[in-house]
């Protein structure tokens, strides 16, 4: 019942600002400044139809998936490390704050220069993904109980059991949380990258010659796909995560960006 009625309030959401959009279209009465729903619908399912949009889309899934499998692994080893050495901590933190604190356009025009245009949208995803994973992991491994290490001690835990029994349990509330946060900003600094780098077959470089081109109905229809795409990826990734093997419980989690 309660899953019901949260597709009703989301649905009857949609309609709403759907609604406001084909009325300021009306108001406004120039396609060129805002399309109709009506016609990037149109657009949007025009694009759909064709071998190429499937491409550029499995494209950009594939180079932003990747940027964020590097910087899970990253972070978490990261993570890991920090918390047992706190030389290495002190090394780290300036850095990831640094990475927090710089726009996202600097980095990709410092980047542009020793890489290439398709692996920098992979680098870019990573770059702002690993500190928000860094952050949360290390807090949930310092949130384990020392009352629990010590009961670990004492019964003779193996490593194994540790992993799985103590620190797992502890960490994934943080993770999930951090997951949620990172998915959606990994998708836009990989997008902008790309708008920026314009590799080959990418959705980023489709909105930047829609924008060149003036094709706004275009420009609109790719946005739409890429806020659809953003969703699914997020959506599809805590749900995978939701069936691991351990109790996730993240009601009071905070995410640490």
Known sequence: MNFLKKIIQITLSIIF???V????SYRINNSFLIPSPKDVISST???????EFWLIISQSLLRILFGIIVALVIGIILAVITTKI??????ITPLMSAVKATPVASFIFIAIIFMSRNSLPVFITSLLVIPIIWTNVSSGIKSVPKELKEVSKVYKFTPFKQLTKLYIPSILPYFLAACR?????????????????TPTSAIGTELYFSKTYLDTELLFAWTLVTVI???ILEKSFIYLLSKLPFKISDTTTEVRA
């Open 17 to 19: 600002w759907v609604c």
């Open 86 to 91: 706190s030389f290495v901590n002190v090394l």
């Open 181 to 197: 946060a990172a998915l959606g900003l990994a998708w836009k600094a990989g997008v902008a990258a790309e708008v920026l780098c």
């Open 45 to 51: 399912v025009g694009l759909i139809k064709t071998s």
């Open 229 to 231: 795409l953003s969703l």
């Open 21 to 24: 959009w084909a009325f300021a």
